[in-house]
Nanobody, 123 residues
Framework: QVQLAESGGGSVQSGGSLRLSCPAS????????MGWWRQRPGKAREGVAA????????YYGDSVRGRFTVSLENAGNTVVLEMNDLRPEDTGIYFC????????????????WGRGTQVTVSS
């Protein structure tokens, strides 16, 4: 059974940085896509950043492009999200997710989810 375990959330002031990490375990077939979603208070879950192991392509939500960077570590088993220039509107629960194939930021197209880690940005 695939398990995703997020770490690195916390509280930071506006303009600060955080690094989220999520190792994947228990998979028997390669997970081509790994990425991050978030759910902000009162809003629907949204895709933040993702990357494909097969071709190293990366994808970002419009609100984080240029501030967040997604990457793979540990031979592609861990997805990392570097978040810079954080803003209060980035506050929310951040979920690690994985999929066998890239189908865009459509939640139904992702196969596995972590439990989430809280990120709080104060002004």
């Amino acid at each position: 059974q695939v398990q995703l375990a997020e770490s690195g959330g916390g509280s930071v002031q506006s303009g600060g940085s955080l690094r989220l990490s999520c190792p994947a375990s228990g998979y028997t077939h390669p997970l081509n896509v790994m990425g991050w979603w978030r759910q902000r208070p009162g809003k629907a879950r949204e895709g933040v950043a993702a990357t494909q192991r097969r071709n190293a392509l990366t994808y970002y939500g419009d609100s984080v492009r240029g501030r967040f960077t997604v990457s793979l570590e540990n031979a592609g088993n861990t997805v990392v999200l570097e978040m810079n220039d954080l803003r209060p509107e980035d506050t929310g629960i951040y979920f690690c997710a994985a999929a066998y194939e890239w189908r865009g930021f459509n939640a139904q197209g992702w196969d596995f989810w972590g439990r989430g880690t809280q990120v709080t940005v104060s002004s």
